[in-house]
């Protein structure tokens, strides 16, 4: 299976986005220039996150996103559906009853085995990514980290990060 490469994107941003101080935003063009990507494109993909709840934004010159929930509160499945669809990866499209001399309707009383197979699998996969939230991804790369992850980062909210006005 191949995801698209806005849902690489999005969980990014999230884990990005949910280390910002409370008040604090980034904006499309910050996100897309940490992370080397188009903005437009990152746009599209920010729409979805914020259509599913995932990201808030802040509208006017000095708006921008941030996380609408906390990191442990938003699992990598919730990423993936948001910018992927709730819909299955694999569409059964009943193929094995087309064809030239189609056999009647009795032989296809059962569903068919692959895409039996093919939902058991993404039911397995959707699983293992609900599992997996931005906080356990914080984490790891905390834990691997000697200190530039998060130097870069910092110098980077330094220069980007937009804070509400008091």
């Known amino acids: 299976m191949k995801l698209s490469d806005g849902v690489e994107q999005a969980i990014h941003c999230m884990a990005v986005l949910s280390g910002l101080p409370d008040g604090s935003v980034l904006s499309a063009a910050a996100l897309a220039e940490f992370h080397g990507v188009s903005t437009s494109y990152l746009l599209k993909h920010m729409q ?14 000095k708006g921008g996103y941030r996380s609408a929930r906390k990191p442990e509160e ?18 059964c499209a009943e193929i094995r009853q087309r064809g030239p001399n189609p056999l009647p309707g009795r032989y296809f009383t059962k569903p068919c085995g692959i895409n039996a197979a093919m939902l058991k699998a993404e039911k397995a996969y959707r699983a293992e990514l609900s599992k997996v939230t ?16 998060a130097a870069r980062g910092c110098a980077f909210l330094q220069l980007n990060e937009r804070k509400k006005a008091r």
């Open 48 to 61: 979805a996150l914020s259509g599913a709840g995932l990201v808030a934004t802040v509208p006017g010159p």
């Open 74 to 91: 938003t699992t990598l499945l919730d990423i993936v559906l948001a910018v992927e669809g709730p819909a299955a990866a694999f569409r």
């Open 134 to 149: 931005i906080a356990d991804i914080l984490a790891d790369l905390a834990a691997s980290d000697d200190g530039g992850i």
